[in-house]
């Protein structure tokens, strides 16, 4: 059950960051620039709050790495990280391989 949850909630992640690539794809075409929307952007649009609490989180439990770091990470492209996020949920629920020459029980 668990695997079918992380593999669904996986694919719609990944659904959401083809949607987040098409959307920065035609934005760039029509400007004529390489153009992205960052993660902190589309954070803010959804919840402005959380993404303040977890910032402040972040640099009070993790000051050392904020500015080098973590900061950087909230500037990538929002596609990048839901779709890496998404890959990651997808092969956690993927299904075993069946061993070869093994008995199961």
Do not use: E
Request: with cysteine; net charge positive; aromatic share 14%.
């Amino acid at each position: 059950m668990i695997r079918f949850l992380f593999r669904f909630i996986g694919l719609c992640l990944l659904a959401t960051a083809f949607v987040l690539f098409v959307y920065d794809g035609t934005k760039s075409i029509a400007n004529h620039d390489l153009l992205y929307t960052k993660l902190d952007d589309v954070w803010a649009i959804v919840d402005q709050n959380s993404l303040n609490t977890v910032q402040n989180w972040l640099k009070q439990r993790l000051s050392w790495a904020w500015d080098p770091y973590l900061q950087g990470g909230f500037d990538l492209p929002a596609w990048v990280v839901v779709g890496i996020a998404a890959t990651l949920l997808i092969l956690l629920g993927r299904k075993r391989k069946p061993l070869i020459g093994y008995a199961r029980d």
